[in-house]
């Protein structure tokens, strides 16, 4: 699938350019029926090195933990305060990376990346390999 960006676009990542060229970069191949199916996705994986499950998680859940992030972004003043903080929009000159800190002693987010379910999940797929 074309990836459609203008070719003038420069997409970067802490500062080193990423490439961009349809072979490169484009949208994932979506495979929600591999959460249900060990076999499908040892293939797919296998086939295109990833797998992409939309919906594995619920949805509301995901947002409630994007929620108490973007809170804690906000009173950390990292966001623009002319946008509601849910939509992560960073102030103006701020130079964000990784902040891990963010994670630590927060339910809805050590639900989804230690919870049962994506555990499960890995166990599955990892000792069926």
């Not at 409630?64 to 000159?93: C, I, Q, Y």
Request: aromatic letters at 12%; glycine letters at 6%; charged letters at 25%.
């Amino acid at each position: 699938m074309k990836n459609n960006l203008p070719t003038d676009f420069k997409l970067t990542s802490l500062g080193y350019e990423i490439d961009t060229n349809p072979d490169k970069f484009g949208f994932l191949n979506a495979t929600p029926e591999a959460a249900h199916d060990l076999e499908l996705t040892h293939q797919l994986f296998e086939e295109q090195g990833y797998v992409y499950i939309p919906g594995f998680f619920d949805r509301q859940q995901i947002l409630e933990a994007r929620h108490t992030l973007t809170s804690m972004l906000a009173k950390e003043d990292l966001l623009d305060p002319n946008f509601p903080h849910w939509e992560g929009v960073a102030r103006e000159g701020q130079k964000l990376t990784m902040k891990a800190d963010l994670a630590n002693g927060n339910p809805k987010i050590q639900n989804i990346v230690y919870g049962e379910k994506i555990l499960k999940f890995y166990e599955d797929f990892f000792n069926r390999m």
